[in-house]
């Protein structure tokens, strides 16, 4: 219990700290709350992927081979910078227009895509696992464990939906939607950007 315990903690220090993901679940949130949470389906689908990858022992693989581990980090910084740069050209229209671009589809394979090619996601599902799975460890408890995880994603991803679309916050976000466009275009860029520099 207590393995679990730490598990869910340092897993939600994570995800407060703001990244790609929740740039994007920000931006569809200021949209509706439909297509932020398709947006965060495609979230939990890939962080769903990387715990299985972890669990079946390839994620470690890719991370201990240096090439492949920088295609995977090369692809992730090209899609954030992608997106990035997606979101900057639709930056002014208006909410309708956006509406009009904007589906549940491309929203949740935004999220799945975003989620899935952040190597820094593979590293944290990596390191997760090693420090609480080990080759003891019973089917039973890693199934435990990842069953916590992927809730604990869920319950937290859909309260910042439920907060940001509270009517005041939402009618601002909406009204505001160029500047919300611009500020997650532009820092999805910067990331990307860095993400392909950092060696």
């Given at each position: 219990?207590?393995?679990?315990?730490?598990?869910?903690?340092?897993n939600l220090?994570g995800?407060?700290?703001?990244?790609?993901?929740m740039?994007?679940?920000?931006r569809y949130?200021?949209?509706?709350?439909?297509?932020a949470r398709?947006c965060?389906?495609?979230i939990?689908?890939?962080?769903?992927?990387?715990?299985l990858?972890?669990?079946?022992?390839?994620?470690?693989l890719?991370?201990?081979?240096?090439?492949?581990?920088?295609?995977v980090r090369f692809g992730?910084a090209?899609?954030?910078?992608?997106?990035?740069?997606?979101?900057?050209?639709h930056r002014?229209?208006?909410?309708?227009?956006?509406?009009?671009?904007?589906h549940s589809?491309?929203?949740l394979?935004s999220g799945?895509?975003?989620?899935?090619?952040?190597?820094?996601?593979?590293?944290?599902?990596?390191?997760?696992?090693?420090?609480?799975i080990?080759?003891d460890?019973?089917?039973?408890?890693?199934l435990l464990?990842?069953?916590?995880?992927?809730?604990?994603?869920a319950?937290?991803?859909l309260l910042?939906?439920e907060?940001?679309?509270?009517?005041?916050?939402?009618?601002?976000?909406?009204?505001n939607?160029?500047?919300?466009n611009?500020?997650?275009?532009s820092?999805?860029?910067?990331?990307g950007t860095l993400l392909g520099?950092?060696?």
């Amino acid at each position: 219990m207590d393995a679990l315990l730490a598990l869910l903690t340092i897993n939600l220090l994570g995800m407060l700290t703001p990244g790609p993901d929740m740039l994007l679940v920000l931006r569809y949130s200021a949209q509706s709350k439909q297509l932020a949470r398709r947006c965060v389906a495609g979230i939990l689908l890939g962080f769903t992927t990387h715990i299985l990858l972890a669990l079946a022992g390839i994620s470690l693989l890719v991370t201990q081979v240096p090439w492949l581990f920088q295609v995977v980090r090369f692809g992730g910084a090209g899609y954030l910078c992608f997106i990035g740069l997606k979101i900057l050209q639709h930056r002014k229209l208006t909410p309708a227009q956006q509406e009009a671009v904007q589906h549940s589809q491309q929203a949740l394979r935004s999220g799945l895509s975003c989620n899935l090619l952040n190597p820094k996601v593979l590293v944290f599902a990596v390191s997760i696992f090693s420090q609480f799975i080990t080759a003891d460890t019973s089917a039973t408890s890693k199934l435990l464990m990842s069953s916590a995880l992927l809730v604990q994603c869920a319950v937290v991803w859909l309260l910042l939906i439920e907060i940001l679309g509270a009517q005041r916050i939402q009618s601002r976000l909406f009204n505001n939607m160029p500047k919300v466009n611009t500020l997650s275009g532009s820092m999805l860029l910067g990331m990307g950007t860095l993400l392909g520099l950092h060696s």
